[in-house]
């Protein structure tokens, strides 16, 4: 069966300072994924998604950046972050068929503070 | 650009009740969905529709397209504690296009 791991499940890093948030997919091959982030209270922003090893699309401008350097490993990172960083951060994955399949599967989170 | 609209916005009711929550779209979609987020996990799919006017059931959970196709509605029958979370629609144009969130309605049971 399918998992996906998130971690770490919660970090608390001081402004200004670098971030790496790590997830990785086991049982699928080729699979699409996703960065989400969640502010409080808040709905889910899509931040980046990949469709292949290397392949990152960008969906608002900011201060992270996305990469995927194993078919089944995307990583979230930023050189230094701001205090508007914060929230809960949520990798997904679904299925591939060149398209966006629907039924996406997430992990269980990063709740970043940065202070 | 593509928008949802979820209300209520939260909903605090006793336990055995029963929920309603909706979703509207500014435009058209071919596929309506509901995620369930509990506290401190990622969300999860509870259901799927695809076809206007379509009413499918999850358990005490059901859920049905809209006709106008910009519309889609989540009812929970006879609510229970483990049904305290965020509950997302979510809905896609077409197979080709990502899947949109709207922002969430937050459910809290009282026993």
Redesign the interface.
Same mark, same amino acid.
């Given at each position: 069966s399918q998992t996906i791991h998130q971690w770490p499940a919660t970090l608390v890093q001081p402004v200004g300072s670098p971030l790496s948030l790590e997830c990785t997919v086991e049982g699928t091959s080729n699979p699409n994924l996703y960065w989400y982030r969640q502010a409080a #209270?808040? #709905?889910?922003q899509?931040l980046f998604?990949s469709v292949g090893i290397g392949q990152i699309s960008s969906e608002v401008p900011q201060n992270l950046s996305a990469s995927r350097p194993q078919d089944r490993q995307f990583i979230l990172s930023s050189k230094k972050l701001l205090l508007s960083d914060s929230g809960f951060y /949520?990798c %997904?994955w679904t299925t591939s068929s060149g =398209?966006?399949?629907?039924? /996406?599967?997430? #992990? $269980?989170?990063t =709740?970043l503070s940065v202070l | 650009g593509q928008q949802l609209n979820q209300s209520p916005q939260s909903m605090f009711i006793q336990e055995g009740e029963d929920v309603s929550m909706n979703c509207t779209s500014s435009s058209i979609f071919n596929?309506w /969905?509901w995620?369930k987020q509990d506290p401190?996990?990622?969300?999860?799919?509870l259901i799927?529709l695809y076809k206007a006017g379509e009413l499918t059931s999850n358990g005490r959970l059901t859920a049905q397209f809209g006709i106008t196709r910009k519309d889609s509605f989540l009812n929970i029958s006879a609510s229970i504690p483990s049904d305290v979370g965020i509950y997302?629609c %979510?809905g =896609?144009e077409t $197979?080709?296009?990502?899947?949109i969130?709207?922002? #969430?309605t $937050?459910l809290s049971v009282i026993p």
């Open positions: #209270g808040r #709905g889910l899509l998604y /949520l %997904a =398209q966006h399949n629907e039924k /996406l599967f997430f #992990g $269980s989170g =709740q | 596929t /969905l995620y401190g996990e990622g969300p999860v799919l799927a997302f %979510a =896609q $197979s080709y296009d990502k899947v969130f709207g922002p #969430g $937050s």
